[in-house]
């Protein structure tokens, strides 16, 4: 796990032992977000707070009102996007939601568990998709495709904006955009 050549917090490089842990095949999505919402009542912390970031004359720029139901560009958001907008507390929220409804655990990965699932296998390699910082030669949603942070060619058709869920090709673990979509 980690990286010599990234950020200081990612190295050294380390081995990590992992015990069996499941994780979900795609993003959670709006739609599975908003019958938590419905059936709890919850608030997430930007609609309580001061909401959250859009996309907007190339920046970003924090805005009142923007929240789960909205995409990055403060508009409403699909049903089969990936819910975004949400903070950790959020995403442990639904986590206990869900496990109370099925009466199964469900928790947040790791951060070695999400390395290890994004990396679907590759082993020894700088980035999940492989040794490039760019995604070179495969389209993956919401990788960045050109010269970051200036010009983003969007290959994957969707520029400045999420994909609906399982739109691209899974990884080695059979994962949808775990890299991708949503940045992680």
């Not at 609609?47 to 924090?62: P, Q, R």
């Not at 903070?87 to 099925?102: F, I, V």
Request: proline content about 4%.
């Amino acid at each position: 796990m980690g990286s010599e050549n990234c950020e200081p917090n990612e190295k050294p490089v380390h081995r990590v032992t992992l015990s069996d842990f499941y994780l979900g095949k795609y993003a959670v999505t709006v739609a599975e977000f908003r019958a938590f919402v419905d059936d709890s009542g919850y608030k997430t912390e930007a609609e309580k707070e001061d909401g959250s970031y859009v996309y907007e004359n190339n920046n970003w720029n924090k805005k009142a009102g923007i929240h789960w139901r909205n995409n990055n560009k403060g508009e409403a958001a699909h049903d089969d996007h990936p819910v975004i907008h949400v903070s950790w507390n959020d995403a442990k929220a639904y986590c206990d939601w869900l496990s109370q409804k099925s009466g199964r655990v469900y928790r947040l990965p790791t951060e070695a568990e999400w390395e290890w699932a994004a990396r679907g296998g590759l082993k020894n390699m700088e980035y999940p998709w492989g040794a490039e910082p760019v995604d070179v030669g495969v389209v993956k949603a919401n990788t960045w495709q050109g010269n970051f942070p200036y010009k983003d060619v969007a290959k994957d058709g969707y520029q400045f904006t999420t994909a609906p869920v399982k739109q691209f090709q899974a990884n080695g673990f059979g994962l949808y955009d775990i890299a991708g979509n949503v940045w992680e």
